[in-house]
């Protein structure tokens, strides 16, 4: 039986999967990287910060995010991100992947087969 630390892995694992479909699902509205970490914790998706701004940066490079800074009333100044059109058709695209993804799932873990 895997217990303990192999369950954790295995669930870390399960998680990368999916973290891009999170992130991009939070991003229809422009948020900064710790309010988007929030608002991913509250789900019950929490990220570490470590995996959040390279993800970001990473998905800004490839054309799927829109960034900007923008002055704060007390703080230094945020930056935004939001999904631009490309991010947009990518996020309607990966979700009805899971929509699927998680049909088969849900199937094969009832016993049945697909």
Request: glycine letters at 10%; proline letters at 4%; zero cysteines.
């Amino acid at each position: 039986m895997v217990v303990g630390v192999e369950h954790a892995k295995f669930e870390q694992d399960l998680r990368k999967g999916v973290i891009v479909l999170a992130v991009l699902s939070q991003l229809r509205v422009a948020q900064y990287g710790y309010s988007l970490r929030q608002a991913l914790g509250k789900s019950g998706m929490p990220i570490e910060e470590g995996t959040l701004y390279p993800l970001l940066r990473r998905l800004e490079s490839q054309g799927l995010l829109a960034s900007e800074w923008r002055p704060e009333a007390s703080g230094p100044p945020r930056r935004y991100y939001q999904l631009n059109d490309a991010g947009e058709k990518l996020l309607d695209s990966l979700t009805e992947s899971w929509g699927s993804l998680a049909s088969v799932m849900d199937t094969l873990l009832e016993g049945g087969t697909s």
